[in-house]
């Protein structure tokens, strides 16, 4: 039976009402006065680590987390309550609730930042603060300043915790550039069974004879075959009319399998408010590109299809996409938070937020390390709750974390997160996937999907194959939420990631003797059985 999200997420707090504190004027103090009480507070709220990085610099940068969070799950639950008592349409439901979430955020941060904000604003003429950004989506700023004003911030009641700007690295993935393509081991007796015509292989025939959008099914990646994604396309399901984002290392919107897919682009091909489909949260730049390459191969995987039918890598080649650009490789916390509330509510130049343009799925290939780290936690319910798919590679082995039981990254192992582990051409565990469970006891990964020798575009407008990595399986899922989002647009995240795990094709090993198992979740995702599971 699978464990309902609905069960995970009791973790969450209640909704609290909204208050407003006012800053009490001590605070304003020089740092010398500090009272021993006030000394006591200022070391349970900040970080150890950002002492030691004072010690080392005049102004560091670091995380002002406030007590006033949004219980989003709750404001969204009330707010579908509303939605189906008013008996408006499933599509309109979801955009009011997403539309309520949204709004809750901004009016607590809103509020409970104020007296903060005045204060860092007094610190930047004096110069004790060189920067701070406020952020909605998890309560909290980031700030630049000396250790005197982080001491101040730390004595005001409205604070929670002070905490490190951390540094988060790309799960590195290993391309393999002489790698052969990937050929599936078939036994005698498989052999034998296949060369037989049965009744199934003259329905897939049929099917194949009528894909639309030179979508050619001999031409689609072992991946995609492997996933039964073709056989989705000629049930006249590709994606249509959803969006798929990925938060990465940018994206190449030139690339011939995905520039006609940018949702930026308008029917005759030119850019259109650039600004309201691609986020560059690192260096700014106005339209999509990638200097790295992960974030224009994992996008290829998910909706990638050049326009002649030669290169079908992706799942959902109908979908649109969208992009924001959080890595160049490396990145912090607050880039990453930053990124994650632009796709809640993308922002057009006069500053407006509009969350009715808010992707249905997000692609997350990147993760930390294993364990407990709750820091990502909120945005991720906050994408829940405004029905955004938040897909999570399960990560990779490295130097520091050799996989084994309980190595599955974070945030991938929150309750929130929808997690997927890489196979190979004959449904093996790659050796670089980690696993399961979670620090909440739950399994983890959640679901399985190719990640071995996978190719997909990559910059320059061509493809490369021999990709290994969790990376590459994570697009598969999203690809396969908007397959199935087309096929039934009323689905929440909840439902999702029910259809994706109970139609899984279950898999097990020597280890893993029993399905779900913290190796391979429940399965390798079945595009067909899934969509079918739906459309009955």
């Given amino acids: 039976m699978i464990k309902s999200k609905n069960i995970k997420k009791t973790l969450s707090a209640s909704f609290t009402a909204i208050l407003a504190f006012s800053l009490i004027s001590p605070v304003y103090g020089d740092a010398s006065t500090t009272t021993a009480a006030g000394a006591s507070t200022i070391s349970a709220k900040v970080s150890a680590k950002l002492n030691q990085q004072f010690s080392d610099s005049e102004y560091v940068t670091y995380l002002v987390k406030l007590k ?29 609730v997403r539309t309520t979430v949204v709004n809750s955020l901004i009016d607590t941060a809103e509020k409970s930042q104020q007296p903060v904000e005045e204060y860092l604003k007094k610190e930047v003429n004096n110069g004790g603060v060189k920067k701070y950004k406020s952020y909605f989506i998890v309560n909290a700023l980031a700030v630049t300043s000396t250790k005197e004003v982080l001491d101040n911030l730390a004595t005001l009641p409205e604070v929670d915790k002070i905490l490190p700007d951390e540094t988060r690295e ?10 052969q393509p990937a050929v599936e081991e078939v036994t005698a007796e498989q052999a034998t069974v296949d060369t037989t015509v049965t009744e199934e292989n003259a329905q897939k025939s049929v099917e194949e004879s009528v894909y639309k959008d030179a979508v050619t099914p001999s ?11 073709p056989q989705v396309w000629a049930k006249g399901i590709d994606g249509k009319g959803v969006v798929v984002a990925n938060l990465d290392t ?33 260096n700014g730049a106005s339209l999509p590109t990638d200097s790295d390459g992960h974030g224009t191969h994992t996008m290829g995987t998910s909706v990638g299809s050049d326009s002649n039918g030669t290169n079908e890598i992706g799942v959902a080649p109908g979908a649109k996409w969208i992009a924001v650009r959080v890595f160049n490789p490396s990145t912090t916390d607050s880039i990453l938070l930053d990124g994650g509330q632009w796709l809640l509510a993308p922002v057009d130049k006069n500053g407006k937020k509009h969350p009715e343009l808010a992707p249905d799925v997000v692609n997350n290939s990147w993760g930390g390390g294993p364990g407990l780290d709750e820091w990502y936690r909120p945005v991720t319910k906050a994408w829940r709750a405004a029905q955004i798919f938040p897909e999570f590679s399960a990560g990779n082995t490295t130097l520091s974390n050799p996989g084994g039981p309980g190595s599955v990254a974070n945030p991938a192992n929150l309750p929130e997160a929808y997690a997927t582990g890489a196979t190979d051409v004959n449904n093996k565990l ?16 959640e679901i399985s999907a190719p990640g071995v020798n996978i190719r997909s575009s990559v910059p320059g407008g061509v493809y490369e194959g021999g990709w290994n990595g969790t990376s590459m399986a994570g697009p598969h899922t999203a690809g396969l939420a908007a397959l199935l989002l087309q096929a039934k647009p009323s689905l929440t995240v909840d439902q999702l990631e029910d259809v994706i795990s109970k139609t899984a094709t279950p898999l097990t090993d020597s280890q893993y003797k029993t399905s779900p198992n913290n190796g391979y979740g429940y399965g390798l995702i079945d595009a067909l059985a899934a969509v079918n599971s739906v459309l009955n």
């Fill in 68 to 96: 006033d969070q949004v219980d989003t799950e709750s404001v969204a639950k009330h707010a579908f309550q509303k939605a189906s008592a008013d008996q408006i349409s499933p599509a309109a439901a979801k955009l009011s």
């Fill in 250 to 282: 940018g994206v190449e919107y030139t690339h011939p399998a995905l520039k006609r897919k940018w949702r930026g682009l308008d029917a005759s091909g030119q850019v259109v408010n650039p600004e309201l489909s691609w986020y560059d949260a690192v």
């Fill in 170 to 179: 790309l799960q590195k993935v290993e391309i393999d550039k002489d790698a």
């Fill in 219 to 229: 031409k689609a990646e072992w991946n995609i075959s492997k996933i039964k994604a």
């Fill in 430 to 445: 790659a050796s670089f996937s980690l696993r399961g469970p979670s620090p909440y006891g739950e399994v983890k990964p």
